[in-house]
């Protein structure tokens, strides 16, 4: 059936594509590292592994937890960890047994942590240094058996220094020790087919207990091959280099940068700590990088940290946004400096993550960008409906709901949160307001829990913020909606700036002049920094 996005479709990108390539994840495994032997997979701190190891590696691990920590088919394994070259051994090892892996912020409160283990029945955990002292903190009130410690110098060996493990948790190993015992174990691995559960990626934290997305095998192949065919004139096989400063244990980095350009040959150069920004614009300066994924926050960090306007960027073909939207003043900026045009996608941990993608399109022979997320991957249909489950006119805003293989299975031991989060006809609602524009392009409005409603009037945050982007001087901003005896809820902006002379006045004389005066905020709060998350949203929650 056509859609009136395949007219934006790349050049010889096809509208669906064959799911079947791989059996498991562990089949693509043996098939990459196969092809890529002794080519660098990933680097961190200057120490690289190629992808042999990553497969030899990987196969110790696997044969440690299976053999001495009697992991099966099946068990939920904690992987608690930030971008180091543990995480691709550990992840490959979990996949290996069939285990299914559940991601783990390694800057968990003690109560989100707890949480998340005990609602997936962890029994085992890989967890960094540094994180124990939290796990120590309800280490009793989990059904944890198994510790697994990880140093910020394992694998790489250079003399890293790190925090020591928490001496109240006993009985923990040492990641290189079960590298080391693992080596003379035999691993059988397990059959695995696509409908085999792979990770549990936790997710709605915002509106009080977080819930477990369950993805399968399918779901990431999936997720895979359809931005494979639709980045395939981007993709140089065996010869892309990606900087992962994205946590790797967050969905957008493990599909795209840790599984799905691993399966390209990429050399993948992990950032450990991406809020250290000079460090991490010696990074760049030290990687001739091609391709980068990013969020608006890290962007914008970037772009404001002395140094950056002095890289190398002659090799960086491709940079791609998700996560939160991209705002226009970072993206034309980013341009201007980096010779690269910043995409942007769209999609949720549900979604394995992606859904849309936007490279532009072509209108009478000329490449063209149009502003927002693109249009659907293939195999995947989106349709935008009313809140009575009614599709809308292309042009209407509506909730955006989403059909295809790369959607969840459903959430863990969660049938009601399951079914109200699906359609009738099996579409999962994403809970973001969207529209459909006259060219088939998708736009995202804003999160229908942040929409702030003046004088019956929908404002969206996201509006507001990237109109103040615009503005010199400002770092960024946040708003929310608060109370207000007059229109029933107001615009509250909270702002970090660079330039001392802007005043609160000045701010909103700057808004009056590209917003609808209901639009305006009516207080302007300027703070040091903006709360976020680890992958750098805007935690309007916690402004709330």
Known sequence: MTKPWF??????????????????????????????????????????????????????????????LKVNKGDRVALMCPNTLCFPVAMWGIIRVGAVQVNVNPMYTARELEHQLNDAQVDTIIIFSPSTKILADIFDNTGVKNIITVDLDDLVNKGLPCTPVDERLLNTISFTDVLTQGASFELIEPTLNQKDLLFLQYTGGTTGLSKGAMLNHGNLIANILQYEEFAKNHIHYGKDIVITAIPMYHIFALMANTLAYFTFGAKNVLVTNPRDMPGFVDVWKNTKATMFTGVNTLFNGLLHTPGFEHVDFSSLKLCIGGGAAVQKAVADKWQQVTGVKLQEGYGLSETSPILTLNFGTTINGESRYIDGIGVPMPNTDISIRDDNGNSVSQGESGELCAKGPQVMSGYWNNVEATKQCMTPDGYFKTGDVAMLDDKGFFHIVDRKKDMINVSGFNVYPNEIEAEIAKMPGILESACVGVEDEKTGEAVKLFVVKEDDKITEQAIIEFCRQGLTAYKVPKHVIFINEIPKSSVGKLLRRELR
Request: glycine content about 2%.
């Open 7 to 68: 007219t934006n479709y790349p050049e010889s990108v096809a509208h669906e594509v064959d799911l079947n390539r791989y059996a498991s994840l562990v089949d693509l495994l043996h098939q990459t590292t196969n092809k890529y032997q002794q080519q660098t997979a990933y680097s961190n701190f200057g120490a690289e592994l190629s992808f042999e190891q990553i497969d030899n590696l990987s196969r110790d691990f696997a044969a440690f937890i299976q053999n001495k």
